[in-house]
């Protein structure tokens, strides 16, 4: 399936210099969201899993379509300040200044779904933020890899996504 056409190029957002990829369309098409809940699980061995993470704000749409298609639970990864306690908080430096992400402390066997994996920062922080509050990540993967930014690897494999620029 054509994911790429269902994925729009918005220049200049949210800062001068950013292409920003906006996957709108693709969330509006039923087929395509269907498509991406079977195939981002597709080297994964879903015996393994007990709730998909999903990184705030569109991570948590991909994490929460994949707990329903594959009857399985969720975990919210949210912007630091938003959870009630006991929660885990790691700060992670962007290129510029420095963000912090939160989760719920707990225990259980995740996979961790993000959007965009940009620079990598952000998913690097969830995998050890979530390794750190109590849980054991199987498997991580993002819709879109903009591997021009970033070198990212998980159990020393390139980070699983269905498209790639
Ligand atoms: P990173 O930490 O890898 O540099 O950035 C990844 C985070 O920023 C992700 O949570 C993702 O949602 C957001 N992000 C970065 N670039 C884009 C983009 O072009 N499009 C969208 N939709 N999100 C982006």
């Keep these: 399936m054509d994911l790429k056409s269902l994925i729009r190029d918005v220049p200049d957002f949210p800062q001068e210099g950013i292409l920003f990829r906006d996957m709108t369309p693709l969330l509006q098409n039923p087929k ?50 938003k959870l009630p306690p006991p929660t885990k908080k790691i700060s992670y430096a962007l290129e510029y200044g ?45 819709l879109v890899n903009l591997k021009f930014l970033n070198k990212m690897k998980f159990n020393n494999k390139e980070v699983f996504s269905l498209v790639q620029y």
């Design 32 to 81: 395509a969201l269907d498509f991406v809940s079977q195939n981002l699980v597709r080297d994964v061995d879903l015996s393994q899993i007990d709730f998909f993470a999903g990184i705030e704000s569109r991570g948590f749409i991909l994490a929460s379509h994949l707990a329903a298609t594959h009857h399985k639970g969720f975990l919210p990864i949210r912007k630091a300040g």
């Design 98 to 142: 420095t963000a912090e992400i939160e989760l719920p402390l707990g225990s259980g066997r995740i996979m961790i779904v993000d959007d965009v994996l940009a620079t990598g920062g952000t998913l690097q922080a969830a995998i050890d933020l979530s390794s750190s509050a109590g849980y054991k990540v199987e498997a991580v993967a993002v």
